[in-house]
C-alpha cells in the first residue's frame, strides 16, 4: 500500500528546487542587485574612512556576523550521508509500515553518526558512545530511528538526563576536559548511580573507539512497537548491522589518531563515499511476542537492558546503503532535526520513561537549536510527501499557505486539509490499556543492575577484558578525588570480582568493604 509516488530518489528530487549552483553566474545582492565590487568597502577618498552608506559592505558582514547557530546540546560532533533503503521482504505479520512492506521501494535516508560529549571540532577518536541516527524519508512521512552504537543507555529514567550530561561535559568552571570521560564529575555521578553499570562495561570496551563509522553497529536501544494492519502488537529491538564487519582500534592507536587526524572518521567516511565504497548496513529486529512480556528476568521497559540474541535471534530484514556525501555540510549535516516521535503509521512507542521523556526533549531543544516552529520546512527536514495542516506563520516560514481558514472544522472552507481515517493508513496510537497509579516510582523489575553487566564482560575474550581493565585504570587514574575511584570500585566489585580486583590494583588502592546503596530510588517508594 503506498499513500503517494514511488520515492525513486524522492528526496533528491525534493532537494533539488534548493539547490544553488553559482559557478559562472552573475554575483548579486539576497535582493537581486548585481554587484560589481566586492573586495572594496565603500571610502571617502582613496585613504578616507569607511561610509555607513555601503549596503554591500553591511549586507555583507551582518550575514557573516550570524552565521553561526548553537551547537547540539549533545551528539554535536558529526558526519551525515544519503542513502537508500531496501527491504528483504515483506514484513506485513509484523507491521503495516508501508516502507517495511514493498521490497520494490527504495526509501531514501539520511544518516548522521556522531559523537556524544565533545563539541562540534573536537575528536573523532574519543572514548564516547556514537549515535547511528536514520531519517527515512518514506511516503508515510519521516520515519526516524535515532540510535547509538551501543545496545543499552546509563540510566533508566529521563529525568536523570540532564544530570548524566551536566557530569559527561567538560567542567563548568574551567571547561575541562573536552571530548573524555577522564574526569571527577563524570565518575562522581557514574559512581553514585549503579544503573549505569552496564552501560559502563561498553563504554570502557572496545566499542567506545571505532575503527570508523563503516564498522559500527547501530542499537535503537528502546524496546518500541510494530503494529500489524490487523491492529496485533508486537515489541521490537531495532539494530544495524555493518557489512563490513564490527572493528575498533586500540586506546594508544586512538590517541595518535586524535593527535594527528582529528577528522578520521569523518574522512574515512567522505572518502568511501566518494571512492564508490559505499558502506553497507543490515536492518536487524528482535521481534517479542506481546504474550513474552514478562517471559525474561529483566523488564523490557529498562533502556540499561538487552534482548540477549541468544534468546531473541536478530532477523534481517533489509539493507541501508549510503551512497551520496551531503553537497553542504550545515545545510544538511547542521541542519538535520531527527526525533524518536517521528514514526509512522506501524510503529509505535513503549512505556520506557528513558523513551517517553526523549519524545518531548529532541523538537524542544531543535526550536532553539534552528530558530523556531519552521524547522521541518528546512530542505533535509522536509519529507517527500506534500505537508497539509492548519500551522501557521512564525519565524522564517516558507511556505504560502492559500486561503482564509486554518482552524478545524470551519464552513468557509476552500482550502482544507481532510483528515485521513485509520482504515485508510492515518497515524492512531496503539490502543494500549493502561490502570495504574500516578506516582514517581522505579518498579522493582528494574532493580537488577548488575547481571547484564556480568554478562557482557563475561562475552569479552581476554585482550578485550585486558582493555576494559587498561580502559578503567586510565579513566579512574584521572579523577583527582579518591573517595570516587573508591566508590567506583565498590560498583566493579558487583559486576567481577577479577574486574575490580585488578582495575584496584592499577589504582593502588585496596577493595572497599562497604558496597554502595542505589541512589537513585527513594527508599520509602513501594516498588511493588
Ligand atoms: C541527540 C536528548 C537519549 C541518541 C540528542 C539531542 C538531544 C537529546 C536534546 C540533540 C538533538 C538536536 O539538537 O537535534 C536525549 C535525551 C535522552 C537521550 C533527553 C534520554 C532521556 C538518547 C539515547 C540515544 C540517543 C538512549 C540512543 C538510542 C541520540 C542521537 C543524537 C541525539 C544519535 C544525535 C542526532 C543527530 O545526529 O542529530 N539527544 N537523548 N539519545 N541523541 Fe539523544
Do not use: C
Amino acid at each position: 500500500k503506498q499513500l503517494a509516488p514511488q520515492p525513486e530518489n524522492a528526496k533528491t528530487q525534493n532537494l533539488a528546487p534548493h539547490i544553488a549552483d553559482a559557478a559562472g553566474e552573475q554575483m548579486n545582492t539576497n535582493t537581486g542587485l548585481p554587484i560589481n565590487d566586492d573586495q572594496n568597502s565603500l571610502k571617502a577618498g582613496d585613504r578616507g574612512p569607511s561610509l555607513l552608506e555601503d549596503f554591500l559592505f553591511r549586507e555583507k558582514m551582518t550575514h557573516f556576523d550570524h552565521e553561526r547557530i548553537p551547537e547540539r546540546v549533545v551528539h554535536a560532533r558529526g558526519s551525515g550521508a544519503h542513502g537508500i533503503f531496501k527491504l528483504y521482504k515483506p514484513l506485513a505479520e509484523y507491521t503495516k509500515a508501508a516502507f517495511l512492506n514493498d521490497t520494490e521501494v527504495e526509501t531514501p535516508v539520511f544518516v548522521r553518526f556522531s559523537t556524544v560529549a565533545g563539541s562540534r571540532g573536537s575528536t573523532d577518536l574519543a572514548r564516547d558512545v556514537r549515535g547511528f541516527a536514520t531519517k527515512f524519508y518514506t511516503t508515510e512521512g519521516n520515519f526516524d530511528l535515532v540510535g547509538n552504537n551501543m545496545p543499552v543507555f546509563f540510566i533508566q529514567d529521563a529525568i536523570k538526563f540532564p544530570d548524566l550530561i551536566h557530569a559527561v561535559k567538560p567542567e563548568p568552571d574551567n571547561e575541562i576536559p573536552q571530548a573524555a570521560s577522564a574526569h571527577d564529575t563524570f565518575w562522581d555521578f557514574i559512581s553514585l548511580m549503579p544503573e549505569s553499570a552496564h552501560m559502563i562495561m561498553w563504554a570502557m570496551s572496545d566499542r567506545a573507539i571505532p575503527r570508523s563509522y563503516r564498522m559500527m553497529e547501530g542499537f535503537g536501544v528502546h524496546t518500541f512497537r510494530l503494529i500489524n494492519a490487523e491492529g496485533k502488537a508486537s515489541f521490537v529491538k531495532f539494530h544495524w548491522k555493518p557489512l563490513l564487519g564490527v572493528h575498533s582500534v586500540a586506546w594508544d592507536e586512538a590517541q595518535n589518531i586524535s593527535g594527528k587526524d582529528p577528522d578520521f572518521h569523518r574522512r574515512d567516511l567522505w572518502d568511501a563515499i566518494e571512492s564508490g565504497n559505499f558502506p553497507e548496513y543490515e536492518l536487524g529486529l528482535q521481534i517479542i511476542p506481546e504474550e513474552d512480556e514478562f517471559k525474561y528476568d529483566f523488564d523490557l521497559l529498562d533502556s540499561t537492558k538487552l534482548v540477549p540474541e541468544e534468546l531473541v535471534p536478530v532477523e534481517r530484514v533489509g539493507k541501508l546503503t549510503l551512497n551520496r556525501n551531503p553537497d553542504n555540510f550545515f545545510a544538511e549535516t547542521e541542519q538535520i532535526a531527527y526525533h524518536i516521535g517521528h514514526v509512522v503509521p506501524g510503529i509505535d512507542f513503549t512505556n520506557d520513561p528513558l523513551l517517553q521523556g526523549r519524545l518531548f526533549s529532541y523538537t524542544d531543544t531543535q526550536l532553539t537549536r534552528l530558530g523556531g516552529p519552521n524547522f521541518q520546512e528546512i530542505p533535509i527536514n522536509r519529507p517527500i510527501v506534500p505537508v497539509h495542516n492548519n500551522q501557521r506563520d512564525g519565524f522564517m516560514r516558507q511556505t504560502i499557505n492559500r486561503g482564509k481558514t486554518s482552524y478545524n472544522p470551519n464552513s468557509l472552507g476552500g482550502n482544507d486539509p481532510q483528515q485521513v481515517k485509520e482504515s485508510a493508513g492515518g497515524f492512531v496510537s496503539y490502543r494500549e490499556r493502561i490502570e495504574a497509579r500516578k506516582e514517581r516510582l522505579r518498579n522493582k523489575s528494574f532493580f537488577d543492575h548488575f547481571s547484564q553487566a556480568r554478562l557482557f564482560f563475561n562475552s569479552q575474550s581476554d585482550p578485550e577484558k585486558n582493555h576494559i581493565v587498561d580502559a578503567l585504570t586510565f579513566e579512574l587514574g584521572k579523577v583527582k578525588t579518591i573517595a570516587i575511584r573508591e566508590r567506583m570500585l565498590g560498583i566493579l566489585v558487583q559486576i567481577d570480582k577479577g574486574l575490580a580486583t585488578q582495575v584496584a590494583y592499577g589504582l593502588g588502592l585496596h577493595l572497599p568493604e562497604v558496597l554502595p546503596t542505589n541512589q537513585s530510588i527513594p527508599a520509602d517508594g513501594d516498588p511493588a
